[in-house]
């Protein structure tokens, strides 16, 4: 897909994302309530964390709602690669001009800048997460139902230095200087999406008066990953568009849930994501290759709400792994919003991986009414390890 490539393109600037996989969807009052919403979201949002809470509040409703669209993004550990992949490609670039020159003091200077920004590299890595999709939210009382779409990225990058180079590059004789090659380090980005479109459905029910729901979504399934492996001195992000680096495939799945409300103002919830585990090998490149997964990944929540306030928490019952050779994580959320006036809601929350293999997330948002039927949704996140992102979401009542 063309838009992956420019998405990562975008990553790879420092512009967007972290690949924590932390939610596997973007809803702007969720993560602003630290990602929270198995049994706290809106109705907007059910049908992407827990299709059951469709049937919960459709006694509230008369009328349907659409969210179109909501874009998120998360990042961290950038520490400037794009940047420093760019001087090491200006210094070996230099040093292969001051070879082709016979220039002595050219390659004794850039011999030793490349030498240091092989240095600088090592070690170095970029997550990035990055989310969008919509929701129609049907006007149905007697089984609520919701269309959906929605995608999400999850890539890394890393630089990969060899000893070797920067050796070679030491014992380099200005004087007698051998003819340039391509470096062994390496400059790599691994990235995988989900994208799914489906229709999450939900049954209202009663135990001895106590609202009960469960909600199924069956939902067509599409995988992407990519695989960009070059040597340090060829690294470009303008190159995912090239199709060798990617492999994708297309299934089924579905996703549960289940909802209860035990006293007037609480609710329960326990959602079930991509029942039907999958695996997808990326391409291989320069003998690497790595293994994209989508795991069943199984959620617990509480929400109590008071007049004009609700608290909420999450915790994640299994763990959770993307890439075979990256850790699994493990989320615990915990997040509330105050509603100010009957226009302006206030966000605030925070995420933990329990794993430590991600950040931190504080998150903080706002929600405004305008008008009887437009919602402008708006979220910031900072954490640990220089952790930013953000989220911006409209939606229409009618």
Known sequence: MKYLSLVIAVLLSGSASLASAASLYNEARSDAMGGTGVAASNREGAAFINPALLAIHAPKYSGGAVMLPVLGAEAANIDNLTDKFDALQASYDGLEAAINASDVTGITNYRDMLVADLKSLDGENAYGSVGLGFSVVLPTKRMPMSIFYKTYIDAVSVAVIEDSDIDALTNLDPNNPPAVTDLDSQGAVVAG??????????????????????????????????????????????????????????????????????????????????????????????????????????????????????????????????????????????????RATDWLALRVGYRHDMKDTSSNLYTLGTGFTIGRSFNLDLTGLVGTDDAVGGVIQTSYHF
Do not use: C
């Open 193 to 338: 999406a989900i994208s799914d479109l489906g229709v999450a459905l939900s049954f209202p029910l009663s135990i001895v008066n106590m609202p009960v729901a469960v909600g199924i979504s069956p939902k067509l399934q599409r995988i992407d990953t990519y695989n960009y492996v070059v040597s340090a001195n060829n690294f470009d992000a303008d190159d995912f568009d090239d199709n060798k680096y990617r492999n994708d495939d297309t299934v089924a799945n579905l996703d549960i849930g289940v909802a209860i409300q035990p006293l007037e103002r609480m609710t329960i919830g326990l959602s079930g994501r991509n029942l039907v585990s999958q695996k997808l090998d990326t391409v291989e490149a320069m003998g690497r290759k790595f293994t994209y997964r989508v795991e069943a990944l199984y959620t617990l929540g509480v929400a109590y709400d008071w007049d004009n306030f609700s608290l909420t928490t999450d915790v994640d019952l299994n763990g959770h792994k993307r890439f075979d050779e990256i850790g699994e994580t493990q989320y615990w959320r915990l997040g509330g919003e105050m």
